[in-house]
């Protein structure tokens, strides 16, 4: 019998998301009262500045400087953690929280990407909820679609666009036809990027989600670590261009599949079809694909970050633990996960955009297709582009679907041409 | 504590969807009970024609000619509604089985909204399960996004394509520029559309679940009969080339919306723009958009039938079952559900698309024009179509927004002109 007593929450961490857990239990407590069968009442706060002002009343819950302490109150059932990094407080506060009984509620991707098996095998011992919806795709419940939603099903791939700040950049590239730096500095000056935008350029926030998402969706164990990591900073303007004239959108997107090669996991600007939803998920939104062998294709689709949707999921799992509905953190026991090698990205077969800025001379594009005749990678486009002030040429290559390893080859090869004027760009084809 | 034996089942019907649950519990059977803690296991079944071949052997299971006593096996925890139909043996058998105290899990849509309230209260009473996330969308996890996902909001619209024998033909005339007869006549063909096919394209099917939806989503008790239902029957291929050159794409939206003015639910075929993402959902997939008062937008889609969906969905309620995770069938207790007046739509607010079929004579745009200007309509666009092989002419118009009211009585003053070949077709501007 589920109590109908206040669900008591002890809250770390008052920054943006914080304060927006604070407002909508404020808000939409009366609901929430009737949907979740009980209240849901925040008991304590604990944060850096106990000073700032964040735009709701802090000052009739109790106050605690050391947060840790948190873990250890008679009166609260659950800890909310929005401190956020891998480790520090955050992880010290979890373990604690799990280790006295008490139930955890986190937006922590990185702790959950890092120690989130860890964190599951404590939960299960002390029959405890560990619950992190908020951590992947903001608002958009996709780890309760995945855990629960599609449960019936063998998930054989499970792929998305799993950071905001990047899907804002490129669409705005697209649709401005401006660079990529001029755009990021734009998007830390209204806020959308932060001063030190690499956690987000550099795609690692996106693979600390797909890595959750991957475990939920095999039944692995979370391997962060195994996660072949790629971002958006150097994506030119024109190769947006150019992958719209073949029919494409260039998105940074998560990818994830099991199967009997082992685990394959990317994070990967890509080019998506014109067909494909996710070449219209636009802006700040977030969006996740699951494949599984019944049901099919299922897109989950919403804001993936800022302070009400991420605090929508975070209120959605505590009413989750006032309805006492839980069970492991990654739906099944954390010691039944499977560990599966990571698949050989090599073996993989795909269709690839190739681009390269090379020299203006005679002799440039026989290298280049020389390079792909011996790699054995047939091409099925190529299109030259004028010179650029600096007297670059752009070249770009799609080719027909073929190994990953040949494309490699032909890169390695010209590795170090004088024709090249820089790095080329491989970006994969989403199939 | 939850118990670690099988959840046993007993299964009512043998479609095409049955057979999908015996399937998906042969094929992942093992993978579902690591996720749902214990076996699913089917103890019994029931269907008109035992000797049908339906490609899975059920003489494994106890065959039961009289359907209605699987409420009353002892071996059996859940039962499994497939018969279909609001009443006759599916309410039968789902008031006995709730009021023996067993689960009951159904996909029939057509029921829920005839008899949900009634339905959920026998299961509160009984302190069983009652779960249709079937009934909606088929296997997209919109009835536990609504439920639990989006439950921290007070969520002030649902909308979407509800309905995938619709969407399978407005796209398919979009696609290939065919009117809606000769393209129903070849769904029909391929069995996409029934041979009676008047429940879905009348936007019955869809009504029924926007009624669903919509009860979910605010907390109000279902209401059927307050769904304004239209279909697609008078949508031509000339609509949807107008549509398109205006940035549209036509679709079969059921809308709910909840306010101060009472509950609107509509079915109705609407121009959705292309910047949205239901312009996209193409075929017969289904895509439900909730909008919460934190959350936003939220967007799900999937595949809205078909025997395996429906089967992943009718599985994903047996493992809640299986996991004990389940609660008041409508979120909250069924005594708490309100009941809202029915809104006037002629107080809402929007933007119109009208196309009259018109003599092809003078005067006829100038009567058109005096009607929307008698009644306060005020035209953003308007098309006229040169003359069809009958000698008719299509105008085409669309209106700024204003209140439906107004367009209303100008289609009323209207209404039996000569001028006018067949009724005028009216549809909204998804905004």
């Known amino acids: 019998m589920t109590s109908t007593s206040p669900l008591r929450v002890a809250l770390a961490g008052l920054g943006t998301v914080g304060a927006g857990v604070i407002k909508l239990l404020d808000v939409n407590g009366e609901l929430i009262a009737r949907r979740a069968g009980r209240p849901i009442e925040i008991v304590a706060v604990s944060a850096r500045d106990r000073a700032k002002d964040r735009g709701v009343d802090i000052a009739r819950f109790d106050w605690v400087d050391d947060t840790a302490a948190l873990a250890h109150r008679a009166d609260a059932d659950v800890v909310v953690e929005l401190i956020g990094g891998s480790d520090g407080p955050a992880l010290t506060l979890a373990r604690a929280t799990l280790a006295g009984g008490k139930g955890l509620v986190t937006a922590n991707k990185a702790m959950m990407a890092h120690h989130g098996l860890e964190l599951a095998e404590a939960a299960e011992a002390a029959n405890a909820a560990l619950k992190f919806e908020a951590a992947v795709a903001g608002g958009v419940p996709v780890i309760k679609g995945l855990r629960e939603g599609a449960a019936a099903n063998e998930i054989g791939r499970v792929y998305g666009i799993l950071n905001g700040t990047c899907n804002f950049i490129l669409t705005k590239m697209e ?257």
């Not at 486009?381 to 040949?406: W, Y």
């Open 175 to 431: 649709a401005e036809g401006r660079d990529f730096a001029d755009v990021l500095a734009e998007a830390q000056a209204l806020g959308f990027a932060e001063a030190d935008p690499s956690f987000d350029i550099d795609g690692v926030d996106a693979s600390h989600k797909l890595s959750i998402l991957a475990s939920l969706a095999f039944g692995t164990r979370p391997a962060f670590d195994d996660v072949a990591t790629g971002g958006i900073r150097h994506v030119l303007a024109a190769d947006i261009a150019e992958a719209a004239t073949l029919g494409y959108r260039i998105r940074l997107v998560g990818i994830a599949e099991a199967g009997p090669k082992g685990l394959f996991q990317r994070v990967h600007p890509h080019l998506v079809p014109l067909s494909h939803p996710l070449a219209h998920v636009s802006g700040a939104l977030n969006a996740v694909v699951a494949e599984g062998n019944f049901v099919g294709r299922l897109l989950f689709q919403g804001a993936g970050a800022g302070d009400g949707p991420t605090a929508s999921a975070v209120v959605a799992d505590l009413i989750d633990i006032a309805r006492d509905e839980f069970g492991p953190p990654y739906a099944m026991p954390a010691a039944q996960l499977t560990v599966l090698p990571p698949a050989d990205s090599g073996e993989r077969r795909g269709r690839a955009y190739l681009r390269f800025m090379v020299a203006d001379r005679v002799g440039v594009l026989a290298e280049i297709a020389a390079a792909m005749r011996d790699a054995g990678v047939s091409i099925e486009s190529l299109m030259q582009r004028g010179a650029s002030a600096d007297g670059s040429v752009l070249v770009a290559i799609v080719t027909h679907e073929g190994p990953e390893r040949a494309v490699a080859q032909a890169l390695e090869k010209l590795r170090g041409s004088q024709s090249l004027a820089g790095e080329p760009l491989w970006m994969h084809i989403l199939g």
